[in-house]
């Protein structure tokens, strides 16, 4: 009955666009805005050379679990990725590796992009089921224009610890009717060394990408695009993990229509359909300590849809997205001794298992004067799974479905108020969401962080997120001040738990985990960001950050952040900058050691850097030169998978040249 209801209330509620600035959303990140980001740039004040990871890691709702010094996982409010949704454009991606070292962040690269849109909790069911939230990232899209132009740049750097070497160049063309953006990056790095000096075996990488997008006015409203993302990465170490990457290729592909309309209620449609295809390939042969090699190659292939209509009158809008995608993973494991001809054992860890999920969302905005708004909003999804080689799961669930449906329901509102230098704002949310290919049907997936093998059960329930959040802030011609806080409370909250039958499989392994749920967990996350302008050249800013997370037995939660915090300087004079930061983490003292954490030690770390912006024969050019970790500490945090330890000191260089 209550599924009747929401989609009542979803068909009620139908009309609109969003065409307001979110106190949870890209805000975070104050170097990107979504109005004309493909102006802005993906950097941060420290650093105008970044990944991808390290641009996120500004943001103060989310970190990271490091295997090493490629490819980081994601923490969206402090839940790994199975709780948030990442797309790109708002297409869903799903990674190969059954071990998560393809986040969907590692296919693309900083000058492929134009902004990240971020949004907590069920304010990011737009994209689909969650519980975390969303992160969308938006990839460079030229706007017509009715004159011929060319705009492009070129950015080079080095990194001395580890010997990182980059090459980043993009390049747009715009004229009334057509329009093409295109980029290639290549980055290269040895093993980097920590803060004594050490090197830490296996943390190279090489990783190529390149991305094209063409569009073609059909008529003053109307247009067409064509876009496609190729990425390969090659010889990645992972020193947390028992084993590296050989190879790891990505094809994303996409086509759209988009028509804007005059004088109505719908302002603009927005559809697409896409294709992805990802081969990645983990294998133990640059181990040669193992006993026992092992290849884990996956697979991942989806087709997709999504489609959304902008709508909007005097102070109502609103944005409704349908989304729908076609998924297929399978990943094997192959054991062997030295002579790969001479295989022992064959299983898949995941035995071909389809997704399929359709669903509808909507945004909807009232300004109910000019200080105040509402939002309300929701989704209904229908989430279906089918295990090809089902008799993996009857090992250990006999007579479990070969395939399952679920509906996945979701709700959430909003109040915010502006009163001259104040806002404030409060929100709740109600999520599901179904379990993750891994949590469902995975088998025999070993865990190198608690060294225990993890089965998936295809009964789990649905998770299900009750959410309160609010904020408040003050802001005048100096200073500014935001508060955040959520609460998450999550039942049948998925987790590894022990399994009395069964041995396990990898010689490494210390007993078998079966994925079970829990009553409920809890998870509380704060945040507190402050600037202020000392002198006109001279800026100030500040982060607070704390996470509390517990199970149905008061125990801790795994990978949850302890309190941390960042200061941060800025000069900035005619054509000179210079910034410094100090970051760090407080003891985790909330740790688990029953999921694999032990206790790590506060730290802090200074870095330094300074630019300067020239020109030559009117292009723009700007230089760089800093410190990362400035005084060389020995580091691990509580994110970093097997404690392995952070990079010491890294002086860094990089020039950037706009035409």
Request: charged share 20%; proline share 3%; hydrophobic share 35%.
């Amino acid at each position: 009955m209550k599924y009747i209801i929401m989609l009542l209330f979803l068909g009620l509620s139908v009309t609109a666009q969003n065409n307001h600035a979110h106190h949870d959303s890209i805000k975070n990140l104050q170097e990107v805005k979504v109005k004309n980001a493909s102006k802005k740039k993906i950097e941060t004040e420290m650093k105008m050379a970044v990944s991808v990871d390290e641009f996120l890691s500004s943001a103060t709702n989310i970190s990271f679990i490091k295997r090493g010094a490629y490819a980081w996982e994601p923490l969206l409010n402090n839940m790994t990725t199975e709780r948030s949704t990442v797309t790109i454009d708002g297409m869903h991606i799903f990674g190969a590796c059954t071990d998560k070292m393809d986040p969907i962040t590692s296919y693309v690269e900083s000058n492929n992009l134009a902004s990240i849109d971020i949004k907590s909790g069920q304010e990011g069911s737009l994209h689909g089921a969650t519980v975390a939230g969303s992160i969308d990232l938006k990839r460079r899209s030229t706007a017509f224009s009715p004159e011929r132009k060319w705009n492009g740049a070129y950015q080079t750097g080095f990194e001395f610890n580890n010997k990182q070497f980059f090459n980043l160049g993009n390049v747009s063309y715009s004229s009334n009717k057509f329009v093409a953006d295109a980029s290639i990056s290549y980055r290269t790095a040895d093993n980097y060394h920590d803060g004594n000096n050490d090197e830490v075996k296996h943390s190279q990488y090489n990783k190529f990408n390149t991305a094209l997008g063409l569009a073609y006015k059909t008529s003053e409203l109307s247009s067409v695009r064509l876009d496609a993302i190729f990425d390969q990465a090659k010889d990645v170490g992972f020193p947390a993990l028992p084993m590296d990457l050989w190879l790891s290729r990505a094809l994303i592909t996409s086509a759209s229509y988009k028509q804007l309309f005059e004088e109505s209620w719908f302002k603009a449609v927005d559809t697409k359909i896409y294709y992805n295809a990802i081969e990645h390939y983990m294998d133990d042969t640059t181990r040669p300590e193992n006993l026992v090699h092992m290849d884990m190659p996956g697979w991942s292939t989806t087709y997709g849809l999504v489609s959304k209509a902008n709508l909007q009158k005097n102070r109502y809008s609103s944005e409704i997205q349908l989304n729908a995608y076609d998924n297929l993973s399978i990943a094997e494991m192959r054991m062997y001794p030295q002579d790969r001809s001479k295989r022992t054992m064959f299983a898949y860890s995941w035995p071909w298992v389809t997704t399929r999920f359709a669903g509808l969302s909507m945004n909807n905005f009232w300004d109910i004067s000019e200080k105040s708004q509402v939002n309300l909003g929701g989704s209904l999804g229908v989430n279906y799974n089918y295990s090809k080689f089902v008799e993996f799961n009857w090992i250990f669930h006999p007579g479990a479905p070969q395939e399952k449906t679920r509906i996945l329901p979701s709700l959430h509102a909003g109040y915010q108020l502006d009163l001259e230098h104040f806002n404030f704002s409060v929100g709740t949310g109600y999520g599901e969401r179904a379990p993750s290919v891994s949590e469902g049907y995975g088998y025999y997936i070993y865990n190198s962080f608690d060294r225990y093998d993890y089965i998936g059960n295809p009964d789990l329930k649905n998770e299900i997120s009750q959410e309160l959040n609010a904020s408040a802030g003050f802001k005048n011609e100096r200073l500014s001040i935001v508060g955040k806080v959520n609460y998450f409370y999550i039942q049948n909250y998925i987790i590894g738990k022990i399994l009395s039958m069964g041995s396990p499989m990898n010689y490494q392994s210390i007993g078998v985990k079966g994925y079970t749920s829990l009553d409920h967990a809890t998870l509380f996350n704060m945040s507190l960001n402050t600037s202020y302008d000392i002198l006109q050249h001279l800026h100030w800013s500040g982060t607070l950050t704390y996470a509390r997370g517990t199970d149905d037995k008061g125990g801790n939660l795994p990978f949850i952040r302890p309190l941390s915090y960042l200061t941060s300087l800025h000069f900035m004079h005619k054509n000179f900058g210079i910034q410094t930061s100090v970051n760090g983490d407080f003891e985790q003292i909330n740790y688990s050691p029953e999921y694999g954490e032990d206790q790590t030690p506060a730290y802090t770390i200074w870095n330094l850097s300074a630019d300067y912006t020239f020109k030559i024969n009117k292009v723009r050019s700007t230089i760089q030169v800093g410190a990362e970790n400035l005084l060389n500490e020995y580091y691990s945090t509580y994110a970093d998978w097997g404690n392995i330890p952070r990079m010491g000191r890294n002086i860094f260089t990089s020039l950037k040249v706009n035409f």
